[in-house]
């Protein structure tokens, strides 16, 4: 299981180096990996997850609301993930009878992100 970010997939202003490593991770890493996997382990699976906006331990009190409010603008759920969620969707896609014949997928954890702005304030 890989761990990308929304970074990845939709970029991120002022992080490109950031940006450039979690597309690497996202793409380039996790399809040769897919392929490559199944020759030592040959129903071996590779998938990632991509999280967006996560409350986390490290920025718990550091984002007031009218950051919360900006944040998830881009996000028809309008809401910021807990752990929670991006662990769930680990653990699906970990999982051989949930994702068996699932390899080589990027599940976005972002409350339906879609890089641009969906609700006006």
């Known amino acids: 299981?890989?761990?990308?970010?929304?970074?990845?997939?939709?970029?991120?202003?002022?992080?490109?180096?950031?940006?450039?490593a979690k597309?690497?991770?996202l793409v380039g890493l996790l399809l040769s990996l897919k392929n490559e996997i199944v020759r030592v382990a040959?129903?071996?699976?590779v998938n990632a997850v991509a999280p967006g906006w996560?409350?986390?331990p490290m920025t718990r009190g550091h984002v007031d609301?009218?950051?919360?409010?900006?944040?998830?603008?881009?996000?028809?759920?309008?809401k910021v993930a807990?752990?929670?969620?991006?662990?769930?969707?680990?653990?699906?896609?970990?999982?051989d009878e949930l994702s068996g014949h699932v390899?080589?997928?990027v599940v976005v954890v972002a409350g339906g992100m879609e890089g641009r702005?969906?609700?006006e304030s």
């Open 117 to 119: 702005m969906v609700h």
């Open 103 to 105: 390899s080589g997928q």
């Open 82 to 95: 807990q752990p929670e969620d991006v662990a769930r969707q680990v653990v699906v896609l970990a999982s």
């Open 54 to 56: 996560t409350e986390s």
């Open 42 to 45: 040959p129903h071996g699976r």
């Open 1 to 20: 299981m890989l761990v990308g970010s929304t970074a990845g997939v939709f970029g991120e202003a002022g992080h490109a180096d950031y940006a450039a």
């Open 23 to 25: 597309s690497a991770i």
């Open 65 to 78: 609301p009218e950051d919360i409010q900006r944040i998830t603008r881009t996000m028809p759920l309008r």
